[in-house]
């Protein structure tokens, strides 16, 4: 369960202080897939990113299950990303000096050192995303649909109880985008992982379960 | 950029500028002081016998003395070979001054008063007031000190007669009245002349004059030139190799310089690629975006000419002081002279303007689509299958992203290993001047050099060997002489070896040694041999006293006086007109006395007039080479310093274009430590590469500077050890983990979420 109340943030342009969102309030059930559709500017990318603790709220509470991240110092929200979210970015975000083996294993070796590894679990993610005959190419030998797979089985690899994806298919062409969006549905029905999409393509937007819609700080369900 | 090439900036003034204010020290001491600009010693004479030279042209000022060789017992029992200088009356000297420093000058009337040379307060701690018992001959005189002084001739601390070596407190200087000596005698007795000359006077022309109208009633023993002084013509030899030094880190800071500059002005215009793109489609052209470039060249060159030459201020005097308290020069007269200053200026603009024309090279080839075309790069095949997660993903990264950026790397390692090339090498070369110079002296079985005060008899010399401990002895003659080729006119020490001569020998270099010279064959030291611009199989003119002769050089030995001569003993006795006596005897020690100790016993002959002991040699060169391991730690601190800005440069310039893959890594959680790990592994491992590449690349410059300290003293062996590339790659790599201080701040203060927003809006 991911709880938002009364979460205010705004940000500083130049002189002027822009509120992004304001006293939003919501709840996004567990095992849930949300999509988050708003216009450019409506603070849907901020919205995602305090769920994701990369920023912390002016004010309000977020609750992840019982822990209220929004109190997290730097350390602690390192930690929880690492641990808890797996994030997806609109530009895939691959360590270009990586193989695509070595993006996904990256995840899971970065969480706790002292803990042995099951790297068997990356040519897992890297079959359930269909790359696993990929597993040893570089990203810029991968297309765009094939880097965002990637970068989903790399949010996926250390099973958390949260998938945040930032405009996952802003980049991808129709076909490339349904495939993407394919393999978000398969996760979510099949590994009852919560997904939180945000996006501003309608056609992305109507694959949610639950459907958001942000607009001048306010979320509104979509019927 | 701008310190990296401000430090060579720095360099070349500063460095220059210690040499200069040194040459200039030298100069200034020896005119304010008054050195004579000729000294002729000659045998004792009563002054009425010492023919008038004050009518000869060009003679401005004359100075008579009496200098006679003794010892002082020291409180632990060593005798301290002594110069006592009697003097004339009148005060001050017209040459060679002595300047009371401490303490008052003494009466002419108070016999019983002496003026201690610096060097005996220095380091033997004698001071005003104290009494001094200096045993001459037979008579010990009893003085009482009545200050300390300066002399212009003792600059550098006294030294031995025999090696060109300075040795801090082996000699003792006491200048008393010649009253002191006149009443014991009944008449005036002196031994040496000093003059200075009129401005302008030819000083060859002089000198002979002076000589023959000398040697009409004297029986002159040396010639001594104000460039044969002995701190005078050691302190130029060794600035001479001190010069020797410079050009090699002007050349390796320049390199560097101008790599720092290329890498940072070529990944300007990799980052602004876009920019410029922008530009060429508003019509602006090569031309344009080229002035631009230039003007932000010539701006940083400005900077770092200003930082460099602010810099220089402080490393000249670091230098001259560590210099000056190596050799004991207790006195400095910094310069900074203009030419340097413009030589710093144009290795600044030069440097930076070099660099900044080659990465323009790169902007000529860019056109208006090319530059706004996104740049692909990431992995290669070339790298896969190497590296495996296993070890870590911080350490893969890193060294993956050395590989992307092979060039970046590859020119920081470059750069990186040449600027501790260039000190490793100093260390070798200097460790291997050391072994040779010691592995000569160590590899003759002799223990003393014994000068008499003057010439003996054989039976005289076989008396005096028999009645000591001493297992092998020696002879050689010595005497002044004069060589003259076209080249021009050399003094020289000719030094007479038997052919049967076995406890030490010179260092041979070419052709003969000289117990194999035949009549009229002479072997020349490297120095004098280049002086004299002659090689064997040369002929040459040979003057002593009024006789000249025609000799011919066959062999070239090595040595450190700069002016030795020798030949077989019997024409050197023939040459300097000495009969059958000896100068010096050469002795090895029996088993059961120490050096030392047989020196003592010999101090207390009366024929002996100094003594040269293998080990007090052997130590003083060691304590000669502490100035140049003074000068090299500073230099390894500034190499280091300027490897460890090199990888700051380049790791703040890499970490920058890699801010979006950071930023990914933080997002994902990976910790501050870890992102740590990364830049530390990248910078040691470049670190420890540039070390490596340095290790041949040193090697190659140290045996350039040990053919440069060759061609001035010994053939120095390079001999290389461990300890020369430590010294310098320990405290390099453990301090290369402060480099990533300026880009893991950078990283720590990278704000996310809009790292992120610029990568969506790009």
Redesign the interface.
Same mark, same amino acid.
């Given at each position: 369960m991911i709880r938002l109340n009364r979460v205010s943030k705004a940000f500083r342009q130049g002189t002027l202080r822009v509120a992004v969102l304001s006293d939003l309030s919501c709840t996004i059930r567990e095992g849930d897939l949300v999509t988050i559709q708003g216009v450019s500017g409506s603070g849907k990318?901020?919205l995602l990113?305090l769920i994701?603790a990369? &920023?912390r709220p002016d004010s309000g509470s977020i609750l992840i299950g019982d822990q209220d991240i929004s109190t997290y110092d730097n350390?602690q929200a390192?930690?929880?990303?690492?641990?808890s979210v797996g994030?997806i970015? $609109?530009?895939y975000?691959?360590?270009?000096?990586?193989?695509a083996w &070595?993006n996904v294993?990256?995840?899971l070796?970065?969480m706790n050192g002292g803990i042995p590894k099951d790297?068997t679990r990356v040519d897992t993610v890297l079959e359930q995303v269909g790359l696993a005959s990929h597993a040893?190419a570089?990203? $810029?030998?991968l297309s765009g649909g094939q880097q965002q797979r990637v970068a989903i089985a790399?949010g996926l690899v250390k099973h958390p109880a949260v998938l945040l994806a930032?405009?996952p298919t802003?980049n991808l062409d129709e076909a490339m985008s349904d495939q993407v969006m394919d393999l978000m549905v398969r996760i979510n029905e099949e590994q009852g992982t919560t997904v939180l999409v945000v996006t501003h393509d309608p056609s992305v937007a109507e694959r949610g379960r639950t459907r958001l819609k942000l607009h001048h700080g306010v979320l509104t369900p979509v019927p | 950029m701008v310190t990296i090439v401000a430090i060579g900036v720095s360099v070349t003034i500063g460095l220059y500028a210690a040499m200069d204010s040194l040459n200039h020290t030298l100069d200034t001491v020896y005119r304010e002081g008054e050195l004579a600009d000729l000294e002729i010693r000659f045998l004792a004479e009563d002054r009425q016998n010492v023919p008038e030279v004050r009518d000869i042209d060009g003679v401005e000022e004359v100075e008579t003395r009496l200098i006679m060789p003794g010892y002082i017992t020291l409180a632990s029992g060593r005798r301290l070979p002594t110069l006592v200088y009697f003097l004339p009356d009148e005060w001050p000297q017209r040459v060679n001054p002595i300047r009371p420093i401490d303490g008052d000058s003494f009466s002419p009337d108070s016999s019983s008063w002496c003026l201690a040379e610096r060097s005996l307060a220095a380091y033997h701690g004698v001071r005003k007031g104290d009494s001094l018992r200096v045993q001459v001959g037979y008579k010990a005189y009893e003085f009482h000190v009545s200050g300390v002084a300066f002399s212009p001739e003792y600059l550098m601390s006294a030294s031995t007669g025999n090696f060109l070596v300075p040795e801090k407190g082996a000699l003792a200087v006491v200048y008393t009245s010649q009253n002191q000596f006149s009443q014991n005698m009944g008449f005036e007795l002196v031994s040496s002349i000093s003059f200075r000359f009129q401005k302008g006077a030819d000083a060859v022309i002089l000198r002979k004059k002076l000589e023959s109208r000398l040697s009409e009633r004297l029986q002159i023993l040396e010639v001594i030139p104000k460039r044969e002084q002995f701190s005078y013509r050691w302190l130029s030899l060794d600035l001479e190799a001190y010069a020797g030094f410079i050009p090699v880190l002007i050349v390796i800071f320049g390199i560097v310089g101008i790599f720092a500059t290329f890498i940072t002005f070529t990944r300007m215009i990799l980052s602004n690629r876009r920019g410029i793109g922008t530009f060429m489609a508003l019509g602006y052209d090569f031309r344009h975006l080229a002035f631009a470039y230039l003007t932000g060249g010539v701006i940083l060159a400005c900077l770092a000419f200003g930082l460099g030459l602010f810099i220089s201020f402080p490393l000249r005097d670091l230098f001259m002081s560590a210099y000056a308290q190596a050799i004991g020069l207790y006195q400095m007269y910094p310069v900074m002279p203009v030419r340097r200053v413009l030589l710093g200026g144009a290795l600044s603009f030069v440097t930076v303007g070099g660099a900044v024309a080659i990465s323009l090279r790169y902007l000529s080839t860019l056109t208006p689509l090319r530059a706004l075309r996104p740049v692909q790069n990431g992995g290669k095949r070339r790298f896969s299958g190497n590296l495996k997660m296993g070890r870590g993903f911080a350490v893969t990264y890193a060294l993956r992203n050395l590989v992307r950026h092979s060039g970046l790397s590859g020119a920081t390692v470059f750069c990186i290993a040449l600027s501790l090339a260039a000190v490793m090498a100093y260390f070798i070369a200097l460790t291997s001047l050391d072994r040779t110079v010691e592995g000569f002296f160590r590899g003759y079985p002799w223990d003393l050099i014994v000068d008499f005060h003057t010439n003996l008899w054989p039976e005289d010399v076989e008396e005096l060997a028999a009645n000591q401990p001493i297992d092998a002895w020696e002879v050689r003659v010595k005497g002044h002489v004069t060589f003259t080729s076209e080249a021009g006119e050399y003094d020289s020490t000719l030094i007479g070896v038997p052919a049967s001569a076995a406890l030490i020998l010179p260092p041979h270099r070419i052709g003969t040694q000289p117990p194999d010279c035949q009549k009229g064959e002479v072997v020349l030291e490297t120095v004098l041999a280049r002086n004299l611009r002659v090689e064997p199989g040369d002929g040459l003119t040979l003057r002593s006293g009024q006789q000249t002769r025609h000799v011919r050089v066959v062999g070239i030995c090595a040595g450190i006086s700069g002016h030795t001569s020798f030949s077989r003993i019997d024409y050197a006795r023939d040459v300097l007109d000495i009969g059958e006596t000896s100068s010096i005897l050469i002795a090895k020690a029996s088993a059961d006395v120490e050096p030392e100790d047989l020196a003592d016993r010999l101090m207390q002959e009366p024929d002996v007039a100094y003594i040269t002991v293998q080990s007090n040699i052997v130590g003083s060169f060691k304590a000669l080479l502490e100035e140049f391991w003074v000068i090299l730690r500073i230099a390894t601190a500034l190499s280091i310093m300027v490897a460890l800005v090199f990888i700051i440069t380049t790791l703040l310039l890499s970490v920058m274009e890699r801010r979006d893959e950071f930023a990914t890594m933080k997002v994902m959680g990976v910790s501050q430590g870890r992102i740590g790990a990364i830049l530390i592994t990248e910078a040691m491992v470049q670190m420890v590469l540039g070390i490596l590449v340095a290790l041949p690349i040193s090697i190659w410059i140290a045996f350039y500077l040990a053919h440069s300290m060759s061609s001035l003293w010994f053939d120095v062996h390079l001999q290389p050890s461990l300890a020369n590339y430590l010294v310098v790659a320990i405290p390099a790599i453990v301090l290369s983990p402060l480099s990533v201080l300026p880009s893991y701040r950078y990283l720590v203060s990278l704000d996310l979420t809009d790292t992120i927003r610029n990568r969506n809006q790009e």
């Open positions: 990318s901020t990113h994701g990369l &920023e350390r390192a930690v929880f990303r690492r641990d994030i970015f $609109q530009f975000n691959l360590i270009p000096t990586l193989t &070595e294993a990256m995840a070796d970065i790297y040893h570089f990203p $810029q030998e790399r930032d405009e802003g | -």
